[in-house]
């Protein structure tokens, strides 16, 4: 079975701050992860995934995310926060034999304050 | 740009009645999706198809949910007799393959309240 756990339901940041979204995963086998945005009342906007190779990865809107084995982490971070990067975001993991079935973590509502 | 449309996007609905939601997804994408998404939750899988054909509802409630996609297209979810636990967000989603890794894309969603 596979789960995902993001640690902190809020985070708060000043603009132009650094942004760290936690996020670790449970997996038996190689995951597949990936980090999602969601504003209010919206479905949600992938920012990024982890299959295989490179273990650092680039997303849209500046965000890039880290998968690190060793610690079961691919925690989401953006250098300078901008007003528009407020939303919650949602990490998730996907693995075979489940096929491409998503398992999200409870997601974190990121505040950006001016 | 292509993408995936649900109807109703609002529902309120008394307890005991009947509710549909209506998906139908991006052109061409074999994989459809049907997640809850509990207020302060994550979003949780309820159904998928390939094609016409489930290939994982082991988290729908089979007693009052059931879904259905008839033409391997668009798709609708029922829920008969709705409760109050059922309010929730509904989304759909498609993906090209359900091949592990396939982008799945999302609709706006369907919020439910029942009263």
């Known amino acids: 079975a596979q789960s995902v756990t993001q640690l902190g339901s809020h985070v708060s940041v000043s603009e132009g701050a650094l942004v760290l979204l936690r996020c670790n995963y449970s997996s038996s086998v190689p995951p597949y992860l990936f980090w999602y945005v969601q504003y209010p009342n919206q479905g949600l906007q992938l920012l990024l995934k982890y299959t295989t190779g490179a273990t650092l990865v680039k997303g849209i809107n500046g965000f890039e995310a880290e998968f690190k084995k060793s610690e079961t982490s691919f925690h989401l971070t953006k250098p300078s926060a901008h007003m528009s990067d407020a939303a919650e975001y949602f990490c998730a993991v996907s693995a075979a034999p489940y096929g491409n079935k998503l398992v999200f973590g409870a997601g974190t509502i990121l505040r950006v304050k001016s | 740009e292509a993408e995936v449309a649900q109807s109703p996007r609002y529902k309120i609905t008394e307890k005991s009645q009947a509710v549909a939601f209506w998906c139908d997804p991006i052109s061409g994408h074999a994989t459809l999706y049907w997640y809850r998404q509990i207020l302060g939750q994550g979003p949780e899988l309820l159904v998928q198809?390939?094609?016409?054909?489930?290939?994982?509802d082991s988290q729908l409630p089979k007693d009052r949910f059931s879904a259905e996609r008839l033409k391997g297209v668009d798709s609708t979810l029922k829920i008969q007799p709705a409760e109050l636990g059922d309010s929730a967000m509904y989304l759909c989603?498609?993906?090209?393959?359900?091949?592990?890794?396939?982008?799945?894309?999302f609709g706006q969603g369907t919020r439910l309240t029942v009263v």
């Open positions: 198809f390939q094609d016409e054909s489930v290939v994982d």
């Open positions: 989603a498609s993906s090209f393959t359900g091949a592990l890794g396939t982008e799945a894309f």
